[in-house]
């Protein structure tokens, strides 16, 4: 059992027996946690700029409320994945043309929350620029977090064989931020997912852009085959998991799935400051983000 993988364990039994001793049932205070169902984050007061590229617009207005990384840049969330991203930079020794994955064991653990954020505060970093692609072909979210609407992407690339990537490519304006949208919705997408093009294209975006760290976005890994398979082509995994979402036994399913992966570490998410304290997750301690169900925002995951 590796190191990471021992720690993994010893939080999540942690975590299950604070909350059966903490319980009202056993007379034991409940930690006054924020309900992230109903407190949005605070915005910033300065004036916000439309970032408008390619064609594409973004309106911080519009952006969903969770992309605290835009909305709200000086909020403790945000500070918090500054903290991911200077973990993930040593760990990949700064190397950028780095392919990372980020996935979880269900869905609505807050992966793609974490996903873009981590992308947005990397790609407004002084060295990094970053490609952002939307891999969760059943449940695409990336471009609704940025409130806009994309009807071409990955899916179609990958279901044509004359087409050229840098035709889906979107500029967003917002640092040095390039975005891949899922694309279409299609019958087989686990057919694509895991195809020599597939496979190819990887490689591909590594090769060409060898100045962008490419941050993948995928399925879960309990409820799709090809997440496992993503894993094994890139270069790092994130674990995310969301406190109190999933029992230990279905987090460590997950977990088993990417053991052969080259694991830089786990996100905790939307974690009670008390619950995993002196607690190490492997790359990093953990980081508190949002991974609760957000209104208007389909396929979160």
């Given amino acids: 059992m590796s190191r990471i993988e021992k720690a993994l364990e010893e939080a999540l039994k942690h975590r299950e027996e604070k909350q059966v001793d ?23 007061t300065g004036v916000k700029h439309i970032f408008t590229s390619s064609g594409i617009e973004i309106d911080p207005n519009v952006v969903s409320p969770y992309l605290v990384s835009i909305n709200n840049q000086n909020s403790s969330y ?14 990949t020794r700064g190397n950028a043309g780095t392919t990372i994955m980020l996935t979880s064991s269900l869905m609505g653990e807050g992966k793609t929350i974490t996903a873009v954020n981590l992308a947005v ?3 407004r970093g002084v060295d990094h620029t970053v490609l952002l692609v939307d891999a969760d072909l059943r ?72 100045d962008r760290y490419i941050i993948f976005d995928t399925g879960p890994l309990l409820l799709s085959a090809e997440a496992s398979t993503l894993g094994s082509w890139m270069d790092g995994v994130v674990f995310v998991i969301q406190e109190g ?34 607690t190490r997750l492997g790359a990093y301690d953990y980081a508190y983000g949002y991974g609760a169900k957000e209104k208007g925002v389909k396929g979160k995951g």
């Fill in 139 to 210: 449940r695409p979210a990336v471009h609704r977090y940025f409130g806009v609407d994309i009807n071409k992407g990955l899916s179609d690339y990958l279901d044509n064989e004359s087409a050229d990537i840098s035709d889906i490519l979107i500029k967003t304006g917002i640092g040095k931020l390039v975005i891949l949208p899922a694309g279409s919705p299609k019958d087989n997408p686990s057919e694509l997912l895991t195809s020599m093009r597939m496979q190819n294209l990887v490689k591909e975006l590594k090769s060409r852009y060898k």
């Fill in 121 to 123: 505060v990397m790609a």
């Fill in 245 to 278: 979402k999933v029992p230990q036994k279905t987090a460590m399913q997950g977990f088993e799935l990417i053991k052969g992966c080259n694991i830089l570490g786990v996100v905790m998410n939307n974690v009670n400051e008390f619950s995993l304290a002196g």
């Fill in 78 to 91: 945000v500070e918090n994945y500054r903290k991911i991203r200077t973990s993930i930079i040593s760990k």
């Fill in 22 to 44: 903490e319980s009202p049932g056993n007379g034991g205070p409940k930690p006054d946690m924020p309900d992230v169902h109903k407190e949005k984050p605070q915005e910033d």
